[in-house]
């Protein structure tokens, strides 16, 4: 079964302060692996879509990488509007043969001023 | 609007009525989504329609729950007999075709509780 793992489950960062979101998977056959930013009562919104190993994705603060059984996403100097919650989701087939994306829980990150 | 819209924004019903979610895609997008957000829980997908062709239903988790797409475009879900577990949001997405490198464009959700 398709597995996607996110970690940690809530970071508290203060401004400037770098880290990393972890998302690990396990699927049948990568089609790609997605990135995407929540907002309290908003849908996600698309941040990235990597598709091999050593695939490296940037935007201003965030940079997305990807392993064959992993993926990170690497916060640069984190502002408090980068606060949100980031879910990870492989892009994988459905029963009926459709594509389908399987979400992780989510990221909650905190950045404090 | 250039955005999914999704209505009503939220619903509160009683254990055992029916209820109908509205999802209006961006123009020109083919590819349409449901999925359930439950508290705690990731991303549920529920089913799947591409342009004409016949939906992919196998992620409703019971018979109470339709959906359909009229013109290729207005899609509703339709809950029947809610339980207090159907509470969740639920999002709907779209896409020009399918999962593109773009990825989806979701909707803000209908907040669905059942009491």
């Known amino acids: 079964e398709d597995q996607v793992t996110q970690s940690p489950e809530a970071l508290r960062l203060q401004e400037g302060e770098s880290s990393s979101l972890n998302c690990s998977y396990t699927?049948?056959?990568?089609?790609?692996l997605f990135w995407y930013r929540q907002d309290p009562g908003k849908g996600p919104e698309f941040l990235f879509t990597?598709?091999?190993a050593g695939e490296e994705k940037e935007k201003e603060r965030l940079k997305a990488t990807l392993t064959k059984k992993e993926s990170f996403l690497h916060i640069t100097a984190p502002k408090p509007e980068d606060s949100a919650t980031y879910l990870c989701?492989?892009?994988?087939?459905?029963?009926?043969?459709?594509?389908?994306?399987?979400f992780g829980k989510g990221t909650k990150l905190t950045v404090n001023p | 609007g250039a955005g999914v819209s999704q209505s009503p924004s939220n619903k509160v019903t009683e254990k055992g009525k029916d209820v109908e979610l509205r999802c209006d895609p961006i123009?020109?997008?083919?590819?349409l989504y449901w999925y359930r957000q439950s508290l705690g829980q990731g991303l549920e997908f529920l089913i799947y329609?591409?342009?004409?062709?016949?939906?992919?239903k196998s992620g409703l988790p019971s018979d109470r729950f339709s959906a359909e797409r009229t013109g290729g475009s207005v899609s509703t879900l339709t809950i029947q007999r809610t339980q207090q577990e159907d509470s969740a949001v639920y999002l709907c997405?779209?896409?020009?075709?399918?999962?593109?490198?773009?990825?989806?464009?979701f909707g803000s959700g209908t907040r669905l509780t059942v009491v």
């Open positions: 997405a779209s896409s020009p075709e399918g999962t593109t490198s773009g990825g989806y464009t």
């Open positions: 123009s020109g997008h083919t590819a």
């Open positions: 990597l598709y091999s």
């Open positions: 699927v049948s056959g990568l089609r790609g």
């Open positions: 989701a492989v892009q994988t087939i459905t029963q009926g043969g459709s594509e389908k994306l399987v």
């Open positions: 329609f591409q342009g004409n062709s016949a939906p992919d």
